[in-house]
DNA sequence: TCACTATTGTTATACTATAACATCAGGAAA
DNA sequence: TTTCCTGATGTTATAGTATAACAATAGTGA
């Protein structure tokens, strides 16, 4: 058991379905499933806490892979845009996905302590905004709902 | 007349009351309204868009300021800190806040083509979110919402 | 075998942000 | 009035984040 989003979770069982996730969506769209990408969805996955991309650089490193800075980027950018990753703008970071599968708009509790992040699907909690904008002819393609606080933990 | 969020007002007037607003408040506060703080705060009024730290400093420099980049955040944290303007975290960039002295989480729609961000009150709009904190004992400070998308303008 | 495409490797550089310390201006206290 | 304190600004250097551009490689199908 580990902590994800400040609830304890079956942590091995999670990680082994996203790999899994991955895997079939590779094999689905014709994409390789290889090391690398494997490793840095691993990297985002061992622990719910959002990673910058030079701390998965520094992983990598130590692991004997190649890591100049578009390592990183490649890779974490490869998991944001198929979605099984996020990127946390408040904390130049990324985190792996928790919702793997479903089209959402994500919203996130994060801890500014220990950088853990909480992932929900904003769903119709940001339907205001969505009101606003069709009023504004905007159209909306994306939205991120970044909530930070404190955790139990880092009280 | 000029566009602010995608919708014309009287943007003079809109600039006189919000530099009037600054000035109001650092005379409360005893904070010195001070040209730097002032001149950076008219830049962000001067269109309704985002500024990069960088864009504000090339135009100070043109006036004749000291331009190192510590000048620019400095006035920019100082209106931020003080509400008077937001910081965009999807575009590393900065916006005049539109409810001054509103206690307030924005929202932003923010056009991905020209920058322009059209500032709301997400108020209730992430209720859903607030439950789902208070339920993991979670405490959020503050929090933000943008959505990316294009303006009628740029379509 | 060849050619094509996706992926990875590498160098260099651009963009964003802050630490740290020096200087200056104005007001309060001696 | 001088001294001291504080808030604001000036300046240098550096840290942290991200991408452009091109070279090399590996696997695939023609």
Same mark, same amino acid.
């Given at each position: %058991?580990?902590?994800?989003?400040?609830?304890?979770?079956?942590?091995?069982? *999670?990680?082994?379905?996203? =790999?899994?996730? @991955?895997?079939?969506? /590779?094999?689905?769209?014709?994409?390789?499933?290889?090391?690398?990408?494997?490793?840095?969805?691993?990297? =985002? @996955?061992?622990?719910?806490?959002? %990673?910058?991309?030079?701390?998965?650089?520094?992983?990598?490193?130590?692991?004997?892979?190649?890591?100049?800075?578009?390592?990183?980027?490649?890779?974490?950018? $490869?998991?944001? &845009?198929?979605?099984? &990753?996020?990127?946390?703008?408040?904390?130049?970071? $990324?985190? &792996? *996905?928790?919702?793997?599968?479903?089209?959402?708009?994500?919203? $996130? @509790?994060? *801890?500014?302590? *220990?950088?853990?992040?909480?992932?929900? %699907?904003?769903?119709?909690?940001? =339907?205001?905004?969505?009101?606003?904008?069709?009023?504004?002819? $905007?159209?909306?393609?994306?939205?991120?709902?970044?909530?930070?606080?404190? /955790?139990?933990? /880092?009280?």
């Amino acid at each position: %058991m580990a902590s994800s989003g400040f609830h304890t979770h079956d942590h091995v069982k *999670c990680v082994a379905e996203a =790999l899994g996730a @991955l895997e079939s969506y /590779c094999q689905t769209e014709g994409l390789k499933f290889t090391t690398l990408r494997r490793r840095v969805f691993e990297l =985002l @996955l061992e622990e719910h806490k959002a %990673m910058g991309a030079y701390d998965i650089l520094d992983r990598l490193r130590t692991e004997g892979f190649s890591a100049q800075p578009p390592v990183a980027y490649r890779h974490l950018d $490869f998991l944001v &845009a198929h979605g099984f &990753a996020h990127k946390i703008e408040r904390l130049n970071a $990324f985190i &792996a *996905c928790t919702h793997i599968g479903a089209l959402h708009d994500p919203a $996130f @509790l994060i *801890c500014r302590e *220990c950088r853990t992040v909480s992932e929900t %699907m904003s769903d119709s909690s940001i =339907l205001a905004l969505h009101h606003r904008a069709s009023d504004a002819d $905007f159209q909306i393609e994306e939205s991120v709902v970044e909530a930070i606080g404190t /955790c139990p933990d /880092c009280r």
